[in-house]
């Protein structure tokens, strides 16, 4: 399998914290960058955080940033998007994304550098 599968995600209110985790294949997920991206009802999809293959580089959106924290462990082949203090405009389906790479790439905020996507997982922030 090598598209990635998203779990997590919810319910929650305005303020507090959720977590999405990103799995897939261990051979290829533990070679590949991982991108979060998410998507508003009527809205294009949009960056949020990304992940380089080897954890060492990270990534994050203007409107995340210090709010959201990006992590992996290839030995649990997982990537985790921690979330907190969370805002009804943080109400989006997230999406995660990998491509393969040399362990010295930086990962992208482009959608289109990305080669294998999951289904999403509905994040939802009430006010």
């Known amino acids: 399998q090598v598209q990635p599968v998203e779990s997590g995600g919810g319910l929650v209110q305005a303020g507090g914290s959720l977590r999405v985790s990103c799995t897939a294949v261990r051979r290829t997920f533990s070679r590949s960058a991982v991108g979060w991206f998410r998507q508003a009802p009527g809205q294009e999809r949009e960056f949020v955080a990304a992940?380089?293959?080897?954890?060492?580089?990270?990534l994050y959106a203007d409107s995340v940033s210090g709010r959201f924290s990006v992590s992996r462990d290839n030995d649990k082949n997982t990537v985790t998007l921690q979330m907190e203090r969370l805002k009804p405009e943080d109400t989006a389906v997230y999406f995660c994304a990998t491509r393969s790479t040399i362990l010295t790439v930086s990962p992208d905020v482009q959608a289109g550098w990305y080669e294998h996507w999951g289904q999403g997982t509905q994040v939802t922030v009430s006010s």
């Open positions: 992940i380089s293959r080897s954890g060492g580089e990270r």
